[in-house]
């Protein structure tokens, strides 16, 4: 094990830690090159991608701005628009440097299955006529890291893995200066210090040896004197510098070693010359006699330049025996030109993980903020005892919906289609926890229930919190205070910022990709996001708004999606240069930045509208707290009333008990008296017997003796008469006391229980009033635990759309303070291109970002993307981060979005597939050790919406299978438990499958696939026939009779019949089905099955045929494949083709069946039906997936017709 630091070291060290680790796995995960657009696509004609494989003995085929090749030659409106080349050269399977990897550190080959996708050891990007554009030459990070692990290695320390940069600029320098010089290849002249001379000095022996291999020079492969291939660790400049031979780093691999290289003539072989020649391996490369090496201005790029660049980064890297210099892709794209002529400046191209260099710069950071820090809690430091499970609290969520908790500003959605119970639990508790500090927050939310509508609710909440500050200002202009200088270019520039208390409320929503990122601009943006009652007052500065995909329409400019680069041209081009976009009828000017005439009344007017509309629903919301707190009060007060009783009933049984122990006491009073009379009047007699004469007086004799005593016995009787008179008084004037008390306290029992029914008898009033006004949104006791998840508390549609219409309110008035402060936003905006670029400093880009969150509420873009787009940002520079789909992200992707967040809510499902990471789990686990972080850090079988819900302390438990394991009890943050989506089929399939039961059924299901039942059902009140009503959903039990590896040509026969049903038949459209498989050679076989149904041949009625022709493609490209490279939501029907042979597969069926979470993301995207394809008794016996044989079962011995390649299913009616 390789340690970095001892045991006492510090939290953040090892945080800091972590991240490395988790850098150091992104180094060895590039991104698969560009492929192209699917032919008949909308893009295909202005996007291309070409494979050059250069082989010895071929012709060389032209570049693509080279004269002959159909691009450079073909008719492209120069003043409108012109093609930009990226071009990937050096192309390599990151398999083989993982295998190389592997190889090192003891690889055991678990964790991965078949990669192919391929990368290469650099990619840059030249303009239209092949010159090479600044910024734009990117190093690979695979193969540096390769070439580091095998030297110096992890056991060099700590710092084995820096100085990527150093050899990445090294690198950039080399090309930059080779693409000023001129480089004769072409030229026929003898010179034995041509062009070899001027290559080996600019790159070095490995570039002059590739290309002397290539055109058969025996010699090639000879290390040159003074120019050595170098070491990763010791380049600094490709230039001059003396440095160790290494033999093993000259060698390259040609595409095709088999083909030996032919010894050819260097002189007298003529040839064409300029960059546009047709170059053959068998013609020689000559020499120049005048060689020019001083640089001049940027040429063009030549094969020749690529293939020497290539192999001098492979051997540079000290990856040279994996690569083949001679692999070379160029993707062509075309890019517009500005209004004003200019084009866009390019942009690196996407060669390595863009995480890496994020998490370099966060495990740097001396300050990682809350978020980030509660997200890498130790696993130790979990506060697993303070967790709330909410399921068995329902309690704890009522109290979180009460009104007073419920922000006022609400989306402007349907005011009758509330947030339900879990969703505005999630709202209120987020804002509870961290609007007034920060943190994170972990929200649970599979798909279909309504994850993205919640957040819409979060973001309204934040806006109108930014609008009260905003109003709280006298003056527009107070808004701002003090400035940011810096000078550029010599050239003094400044920012003005915000005031300190206006800043915080920005608002980043993060998603895994950029399909996901549209989607949700899509559903903040487009008029389908609000209610039909508010589509007359929404509108926030439309005209600025990014268009949607296809030109459809928007509502305001609420959200920016800056995910790429091209939806950041797009929108500084749309939003800050007001140019029309393809299809756009008109380009309007920038009103949000306009002066308005007269400013100061404008926002007067909206500031005042926001302070009615505050006022109007804060009043409700008092109604309805009051009302809450009756309904609250009400318990309390029905146990008062009992209480009050019982005492009413206690007090006079005791009252009954005084009286009764007070007329003993008399009775013993009076029994006592008498016997005090009594032994009173003896003793007087006694007294009047005396003895008289000289005896009596003298006291002696027998007769006064005997008088004496009995005298003397007497007043002892007398006086114990007294005593028992004067006990039997007190214990009767005691008892009239205890009397008097009981009947007090019976007196002010009657009174409490009068009072107390009097309290009752109002609240019940207050209760049933609110009920009568407010119906089913006052809680009820009795509810069950689905009716409660699918109530919504206190949202009435009347306090809905008052907390709606601050909201808008709220927009406007952040319009109008952009108007009235319109200059100074405007030159605060002058740099937003700059800092698109991360041109611009810390300071400066954080003012900037600030000014342009104050005009535009959300920002949408990737986890990918946050590092380029927020790159000069530090700790806690965004107010709020909202991560979407946070399920579907490794747990690294989440931290540089952290990092720079205030605030972050993450929402998602670990239960749905799991990223992938293409280290194998024994090379993840080697990396780690190298780190010395605890093994909870391995990205395997984990997410970052996982790594969050970790530390929520509001959650629930889901109890998890996994085959050969116990149940186990999965921890996820708040629940978003009502399911909308799928109907009940697939929905109580997904909820045993994965969620235990923690989802509640609110799908409003309708008939598919048209919406309607026909005539003769509605008349008989049926539920529908085999005229309206699609098959319902099956398990295609397909009989195999061989398979070819996972695919079994029998399923794609069957596959056929249902699309044929589907499509032809019935007329559902192709983008309303989805074709999933656990296997890519399943996937390839079904792509085949529908290439050869010729979909694109049956035009559906009234359908265009070019629109048919783009669906069909759009359908193979995007619709069919495995379950993680599908994009997108839920599809009407999803066909899950199985694939593998009863015999064959058992091992590839363990897999799929290794977690629920596969199948769960596959069920869960079947709206309307799922028809599952393949071998039940094979795949019925697997764990997860013997719940569909639930499904009803068709048995299919199908068989392919001997011509026309059609489908014959013999004997068996679909039904």
Not at 737 to 749: I, N
């Amino acid at each position: 094990m390789y340690e970095i630091g001892g045991p006492m070291r510090s939290e953040r060290r090892r945080r800091a830690e972590v991240v490395g680790y988790w850098r150091a796995v992104e180094l060895f995960c590039p991104p698969p090159l560009p492929s192209a657009p699917p032919n008949g696509s909308r893009g295909s004609t202005r996007e291309r991608v070409q494979r050059v494989d250069v082989r010895p003995g071929e012709p060389w085929p032209p570049l693509p701005w080279q004269e002959g090749h159909p691009l450079a030659d073909g008719r492209v409106d120069a003043g409108r628009e012109v093609w930009r080349h990226t071009v990937y050269g050096g192309v390599f399977p990151p398999a083989a440097a993982r295998g190389a990897l592997g190889a090192h550190v003891g690889e055991d080959h678990s964790g991965v299955r078949g990669q192919r996708d391929e990368t290469a050891v650099f990619a840059l990007t030249v303009d239209a006529d092949g010159v090479l554009l600044d910024g734009t030459a990117v190093l690979s990070t695979c193969a540096w890291a390769t070439g580091r692990v095998r030297h110096p290695g992890p056991g060099s320390g700590a710092g084995w893995l820096d100085g990527f940069t150093a050899t990445e600029s090294a690198c950039t320098g080399a090309i930059g200066r080779l693409s000023r010089h001129h480089m004769p290849y072409a030229c026929v002249d003898d010179a034995p210090d041509g062009w070899r001379a001027l290559l080996l000095d600019l790159l070095g022996s490995a570039a002059v040896d590739a290309l002397d291999t290539l055109t058969g020079d025996t010699t090639a492969g000879t290390p040159r004197a003074g120019v050595p291939g170098q070491r990763v660790d010791e380049a600094t400049s490709p230039r001059g510098e003396d440095a160790r031979p290494r033999a093993d780093a000259l060698a390259v691999v040609p595409a095709r070693d088999e083909i030996p290289p032919p010894r050819l003539a260097r002189q007298g072989a003529a040839q064409a010359d300029g960059p546009a020649a047709h170059r053959t391996a068998g013609v020689a490369l000559a020499q120049s006699p005048a060689l020019d090496v001083r640089e001049g201005p940027a040429r063009p790029l030549e094969l020749p330049d690529l293939i020497a660049f290539a192999a001098h980064v492979a051997d540079l890297c000290g990856v040279a025996d994996l690569v083949s210099p001679t692999s070379i892709r160029v993707h062509s794209r075309r890019v517009r030109r500005r209004a004003d002529g200019t084009l866009p400046d390019a942009e690196p191209a996407l060669l390595n993980s863009p995480l890496a260099q994020d998490l370099e710069r966060v495990a740097a950071a001396d300050d990682h903020g809350a978020p980030l820090t509660a997200y890498l809690t130790a696993p130790q430091d979990v506060p697993v005892s303070a967790r709330i499970d909410v399921r068995e609290n329902p309690d704890v969520v009522l109290e979180a919906v009460a009104p007073g908790s419920t922000p006022l500003g609400r989306w402007p959605a349907p005011a009758r289609q509330p947030l339900v119970l879990g969703q505005q639990f999630a709202v209120n508790t987020v804002l509870a926890e961290l609007a007034d500090g920060g943190g994170l927050f972990s929200v649970h939310g599979p798909p279909g229930t309504g994850a993205t509508t919640m957040l819409r609710d979060l973001i309204a909440a934040v806006v109108v919190e930014r609008a009260t500050r905003l109003a709280a200002l006298a003056r527009p202009a107070d808004g701002f205070a003090g400035r940011v200088e810096w000078r550029r270019e010599g050239v003094a520039r400044g920012v003005a910022r915000l005031r300190p208390e206006l800043t915080g409320h920005e608002i980043v929503v993060v998603s895994s990709d950029d399909g996901a990122a549209r989607d949700i601009t899509a559903e903040l943006s487009a008029p389908a996001a609000l209610g039909e009652e508010w589509h007359a007052e929404a509108s926030y500065c439309a005209g600025q708004a990014v268009s949607l995909p296809g030109g459809a329409p928007v509502w305001g400019a609420v959200a920016a999606p800056l995910g790429d680069a091209d939806e950041r041209r797009e929108f500084l081009d749309r939003w800050w240069r007001g140019e029309r976009s393809e299809g756009d009828t008109d380009a309007p000017a920038p009103a949000s930045l306009s002066p308005a005439p007269e400013p100061e009344p404008g926002w007067g007017a909206a500031k005042a509208e926001f302070l009615r509309a505050v006022r109007h629903a804060r009043a409700l919301r008092d109604d309805r707290a009051s009302a809450a707190r009756a309904l609250r009060d009400l318990g309390r007060l029905d146990a008062g009333v009992a209480d009050a009783e019982a005492a009413v009933v206690t007090a006079r049984e005791n009252e009954a008990d005084a009286s009764a122990a007070l007329s003993a006491a008399r009775a013993e009073l009076r029994q006592a008296t008498a016997a005090y009379e009594n032994a009173r009047e003896r003793a007087e007699r006694h007294r009047g017997n005396r003895p008289g004469g000289l005896r009596g007086a003298l006291g002696t004799g027998r007769v006064f003796t005997e008088w004496q005593d009995g005298d003397r016995w007497l007043q002892g009787e007398l006086n114990r008469a007294h005593l028992a008179r004067g006990a039997a008084l007190s214990e009767a004037m005691r008892a009239e006391r205890a009397r008097d008390e009981a009947a007090g306290l019976y007196r002010h029992a009657r009174e409490r229980l009068a009072r107390a029914g009097e309290a009752v008898s109002d609240v019940r009033g207050r209760v049933a009033r609110a009920r009568t006004a407010w119906g089913a949104h006052v809680p009820e006791d009795h509810l069950t635990d689905a009716e409660r998840e699918l109530s919504s508390p206190w949202a009435d549609e009347e306090f809905c759309s008052a907390r709606t219409r601050v909201f808008l309110a709220a927009l406007n008035l952040h319009r109008a303070f952009v108007a009235a402060n319109a200059r100074t936003v405007r030159l605060n905006l002058l740099p937003l291109e700059e800092v698109l670029a991360g041109a611009a400093p810390p300071d400066v880009a954080l003012a900037v970002w600030q000014s342009l969150f104050l005009a535009v509420p959300v920002v949408s873009t990737t986890f990918a993307s946050c590092g380029r787009l927020f790159g000069p940002l530090g700790a806690g520079s965004l107010g709020w981060v909202l991560a979407d789909g946070a399920g579907q992200a490794v747990p690294q992707a989440a931290v540089g979005a952290l990092w720079r967040a205030r605030r972050a809510v993450l929402v998602g499902d670990p239960l749905q597939p799991e990223p992938v990471v293409p280290l194998s789990l024994s090379v993840r686990g080697r990396l780690r050790e190298a780190y010395g972080v605890d093994g909870a850090w391995l990205p395997a079988r984990t997410s970052a919406q996982a790594v969050a819900d970790r530390v929520s302390v509001r959650g629930t438990t889901v109890r998890v299978r996994r085959p050969g394991e116990a149940a186990g009890a999965v921890w996820v943050g708040a629940p978003l438990r009502v399911h909308r989506r799928c109907e009940r089929t697939m929905f109580e399939l997904s909820n045993d499958i994965a969620y235990d039961g923690l989802l509640v059924y609110g799908t409003q299901e309708r008939p598919f696939p048209g919406g309607r039942l026909c005539h003769a059902c509605v008349g008989a009140g049926r539920d529908g026939c085999r005229d309206c009503v699609y098959p319902l959903s099956c398990w295609v039990d397909v009989l195999p009779g061989g398979a070819v590896g996972a695919w079994v040509p029998e399923e794609g026969v069957a596959l056929e019949r249902v699309l044929t049903l589907l499509h032809r038949e019935w007329r559902v459209g192709l983008d309303r089905v989805r074709i999933l498989s656990p296997f890519r050679e399943v996937v390839s076989g079904c792509v085949r099955t529908v290439r050869e149904m010729q979909l694109e041949s049956s035009v559906p009625p009234g359908v265009p045929s070019d629109a048919h022709r783009r669906q069909v493609a759009a359908f193979l490209a995007e619709h069919i494949g495995t379950v993680r490279t599908v994009r997108g939501g839920a599809s009407d029907v999803v066909v899950l083709v199985l694939g593998t042979h009863p015999r064959d597969g058992a091992r590839a069926r363990a897999w799929a069946a290794g977690s629920p979470n596969l199948l769960n993301g596959v069920v869960g995207r079947a709206r309307r039906r799922l028809f599952v394809i393949g071998h039940q008794e094979s795949w019925g016996a697997e764990p997860h997936f013997a719940l569909l044989t639930r499904l009803p079962r068709h048995v299919w011995p199908a068989s392919r017709a001997a011509t026309g390649g059609g489908a014959v299913v013999s004997g068996v009616r679909y039904q």
